[in-house]
């Protein structure tokens, strides 16, 4: 199983979906989690953190379920600039503090 | 631009040739990490420092690749004898902290291997 899964798209909605993406983590140990955005050709850029208890950042909101081993973001109400890749990242098994990226999931939101 | 700078941005190089990249992090971040990104994958980790010390190599880094952070500010990469393989965006991230924090990346070194 690899460490970070997750479904790489492309998620075609209109503006003004809501869409959902998940991701799982292989390391049960796993005690840190991000969402990153990555424009085409350009680096990954922090979205949000993920907490335990969930958190929420305008239009954007993650959770994490230990118990499944999965985190999930929602975006709501959807813009054309929202079309970008997801990447989902976890802290390694290797303890060290270094970051397993998934390989993301593209989103392409459409007039 | 006080960001994460990696140079160059672009580099062609001929398959068996040497090539080194530099990255200078944000300045009081102590942690540096070096990944690749190939299309359509996410990055994948390299190595790692914390300071000067380097913490963390992937199984993927072959003894063709060897990074450096001397004073614990900027770090090199180099790749010896590079292989068509090899081609790839070679991306940069700092971070600050003892704890888990985010990393800020750079905005890579595309590398072709021809």
């Known amino acids: 199983r690899k460490e970070v899964e997750q479904d790489p798209g492309p998620f075609n909605v209109p503006e003004g979906a809501t869409v959902a993406f998940n991701c799982t983590y292989s390391n049960s140990a796993s005690q840190s989690f991000f969402w990153y955005r990555q424009d085409c050709r350009k680096e990954p850029k922090l979205l949000m953190s993920?907490?335990?208890s969930g958190n929420e950042d305008g239009r954007f909101t993650a959770q994490l379920n230990r118990a499944s081993q999965y985190i999930s973001l929602l975006i709501r109400d959807s813009k054309l600039s929202d079309s970008a890749t997801y990447l989902c990242v976890v802290n390694s098994n290797s303890g060290y503090s270094t970051l397993t990226f998934g390989k993301g999931t593209m989103l392409l939101v459409s007039p | 631009d006080t960001g994460v700078s990696q140079n160059p941005r672009h580099k062609i190089t001929k398959r068996g040739q040497n090539v080194t990249f530099r990255c200078d992090p944000i300045?009081?971040?102590?942690?540096l990490y070096w990944y690749r990104q190939t299309l359509g994958q996410g990055p994948e980790f390299l190595t790692y420092f914390q300071n000067e010390a380097q913490l963390e190599k992937s199984r993927l880094l072959s003894d063709r690749f060897s990074a450096e952070r001397p004073k614990g500010s900027f770090s090199t990469l180099e790749i010896q004898r590079t292989e068509q393989g090899d081609s790839a965006m070679y991306l940069c991230a700092s971070s600050l902290g003892q704890g888990f924090t985010e990393a800020f990346f750079g905005q890579g070194t595309r590398l072709t291997v021809v």
């Open positions: 300045s009081e971040h102590n942690r």
């Open positions: 993920v907490y335990s």
